[in-house]
C-alpha cells in the first residue's frame, strides 16, 4: 500500500467515523438540552456542521467514481429538496432530534450539491448543459411557482420577516440554492475543458 | 467536340474542386452566414449566439476523439499489430500526408473508420477485424488489398473530408440542441411575462415592505434602497403594459423553429450526401496510389469480411415450422416496410457500390447532373429565403434581400462548372437551364404566396389586415411595441409586396447568370494558361481568387445600386451607396488588371516547346508542334 493509498483510507475511516459520532451526538444529546453558556452551545452547533460538511467533502471525493454520474450526483440535490421540505415545514417531523438532523442536512446537502457539481464537472464536460437546462428549469419553476402559488415576490419579501415560519417557498429556496451552485461551476467547468481540449490538441502527447 | 467529350483520358477528380468542401460550405453557410449576417445592426444577443455557433461545434470537434476513445474503449494498437502499423506509417508518406494517423483497436464491435482532432488523428478499428487485416496482409495473395483499405482510410484525411464531416456533424447537433434551449427558455420567459403582467402592474414595493414586521425603520431604507426606484419601477410596469404577449410567442415561434427545420434538412440530406460524396474522393485516392483497383475492389465488396471465404460455411439451427412462418411472415413485412430504392439511396451515408464503380470508370460522374445540382441548390435558395425572413435576420434581409442567395449560389455554381469546363463541354446551356430550375423553383413559391396574398385581398380584405398585422408583428424584433393597425392601404401594400417581390424573379436569375458567365468566361481562359509554373498547385488557386474577386465586385458595384434603386431609391445616390459600388469597381479593375497581366504571360504557350496553342482546353489536349500533353495532372492514370 502506497503512502497516499493509505493516507486516503485513514481519511474515509475518519470521515466515516465523524458520521457517526455526530449521529451519536444528535440522537444522544437532547436537543433541547440547556447548554451552560452560549459559547458552549454555538461550539457545539459549529462542530457538528464543520464536521458534517467535512465529512460530507471527503467521502463524495472519495466515491468520486459514483458522484460523477448523473444518479449519484442527483443524490445530494433530493437530499436538499428533502431536507428543505421538512425545515420549511412542508414535512411535518415532531421529534426534535430527528428536526435537528434535518436542519443540519439542510446545510451539508447544500454544500454537498457544489461538491458533487464540482465533482461533475471536473470529469464530465456538461457545464454548458448544467447551466442552460438549469436555466429552463428555474424559468418554468417560476411560471409554474406564479400561476399557482400566486405574487412569489410579495410572500418572497414577507417571508423575509418571518423565517421561523413555514414557508410555501421551499422549493424555490432549493431550486436558487442549487441554481447558484450549479452556475458558476457550470461555467467554470465548460472553460477549464475549453482550455483543456485547446492544451490537449495542441501538446505533443497522444490522447491516451 | 464530340471526339473532346470522347477522350479516353479519365478526369483526375482531385485536381477540381472537392464536392465534398462545397457540400460542407454550403451547410455552414446556410447556417452560420445567415446569423452572422442576421449579427448585422440586430440586438445584443446576437453576437454571442454567432459566436456561439462557431466555436462551439468547433470545441466539439476538438473533442471528438476523446468522446470516441471513451465510446469505443479505445486503445493504441500494440506489437501484434505492428504489421497493419507500418503499412499505415508507408502510405501516410507515400500519399504526402503531414502526420500519420495512429491505429487504435476497440474490443467491441467497430467498423473500420476514420476520426480525428486538427493535429491528432486515428483509423479506428475492432480487435476482430485489425487480426483478419493482420492475416490477410500475411497472405502475399491479399497483402495490396490490406493497403487499398488503408490508403481509402488515409485519403479521408488527404481530402480534409474527416474534419468537415466532423465539423459539419457537430454544428448540426449543436444548432439543434441550442435552438431547443432557445425554444424551452424563450417559451418559459413568454409564459413567465403573461403571468407576472398583472401582478407587476399592481405591485408597489414601498406598501410591501411597510407591511413587513419587525423591521427596523434602518432595515426598511436598506431593503427600499435594495430594490427598484420608483421612476425605474414605472418604466417597467409601462413597458410591461405594453407588451403584446401573443406576440411575443409568435415572434419566438418565428424567430427559432426556422433554424430547426433549416438545420434538420441539411443534417437529413445535404450532410448524408456529403457523407456518401466523400467515399467516392477516398476510392480515387486509392485508383491514384494503386494505379489500378483491382485489389480495392475485393475489399470494398467484402467489407471487413474479405477473408470469409477462409471461414466455413455457418451452420443454420434447425428451425420448427412455427419458427419457420413467423421468419417468413416477418421477412415479407420487412421487405413490404422497406422504403423504395431512391429513397433509401437519399438517406444512405455510403454510395451504391455501382455507383462506386462508375464513379471510378467515369470520373466526371462523381459530379451530379445539372438537374441534381439545380434542384438542390433551388431547395437550398428557398430555404435560406425562409430563414432569412427571421426576426432574427429580417434587419439585414430587409435591406440587402439578394445578396446572399445570388452569391451564395454564383459560387456554387460556377464551382461545379470546373468539371465541363476541363472536358471542354458547353457551360452556357448548364449555366441557363441551373439558373432556370433555380429561378422557377422562386417563382413558384412567389406565385403561391402572392396569389394567395391577392386572393384573401379580394375575397377576406378584413381576415388579409389580420393576418398581416401579426405576421408584421411576428417578425417585427419589437414584438408587441407596434400601436395600431400597421397597414393602413391594403391594395398598396398588396400591390407593393407583389411588385418587389416579383421583381426578383427576374433580377436574381439575371444577376447569376451574368455572374456566372462572366465566372466561366474567366475560368475557361484561366485553364489556357499552360506555362503557369507549378500549374499544379496554383492553377486551382488562382481560380478560387479569381470567382472570389468577381463575386465580391459584383456584389458591391452592381447588386448594391440595384438593391438600393429598388428599395430605398432616395439613397442611390447617398454616400454609402457610392463608397460600396466604387470600393466593388476598384477591386473588379484591380483584379481584371492583373489577370490579364498574367493571362499574357502564360496563356495559350505550350510549356513544352513555348509555341502558341490556340482554342479552349479540353482533357487530353495537346500541342500541335512538339504533342506536349497539356495540364498532364488533370488527368488520372490507373487502369480499371
Redesign the interface.
Known sequence: MTKRTGLAVWLTRLAWGLFILDLLLIFVVPADMAFDSLVLLIAYALWLILSLIAASTWLIIRYRAFFRTWPGWAVPLIMLLLSSMVFYGVLSVRHPNVSLLFSLLLVVSGWSVGIATAILVWYR?AG?SLV??G??TL??G??FG??FQG?L??MW??D???LSEPSPLWWLNTVLCSFSCIAPLGIAGFLG??IR??V???GRD??? | MKDRLKTPYKLNILALPNQTTILFGLIVVVLLGTILAGSVGSPPFMWPLALGLLLLPLRAFLAWPEREFKKYKLIPAGDEFTSLVKVIEEEAKAIGLPRTPELVISRGDVVLHTMGSLRHWYIAISRNEALRLRADFEDNRRTLAVHAMFIHELYHFKNGDYWQMGYAREFLRITATFMTWAIAFLMGYGFFLLVVQPDILQMDFGRLIGQMEGLTPEMRELYLSLLPSPEAWAEVQTKAAEVDLGSVLYFIGNATLPFIVTGSILWLFYWRKLLRIRELYADAGVAHTQKGIEHWFPALLLGSRFTADRAGPSKMPLLSKAKLRIRKTLVRVRSALTPPTFIRRLFSTHPEFKRRVDALENPALAYDRWSVTALSLGGLALILDILLSTPLMLPYHGLWPMHFSVLVISVVVTLTLMTPLVLGESAWKRILKTVGVIGALRFVWLSLTIGLMLLLLVLAPRLLSVVLDSAIKGIARYAGRLPGPIVDDLSAFVLQASWLNMAQVFIIPASLVSLIGANVLLLRRLLTWYSLPRAEQRLLRVAYGTIAVTTTSFGLAILVPVTTALLRSEELFGPTTIAMGLVGLIVAVVGLGLFIYADRRYAGRCPGCGAHVPGPYWLGKRCDDCDELLHPWMIAEYEL
Open positions: 464536460d454548458l442552460g437546462w436555466l429552463v424559468i418554468w417560476l411560471v406564479w400561476r405574487n415576490a410579495e419579501l414577507s423575509l420577516s418571518r475543458h475549453t481540449l485547446i490537449q490538441e495542441w497522444r490522447l491516451h
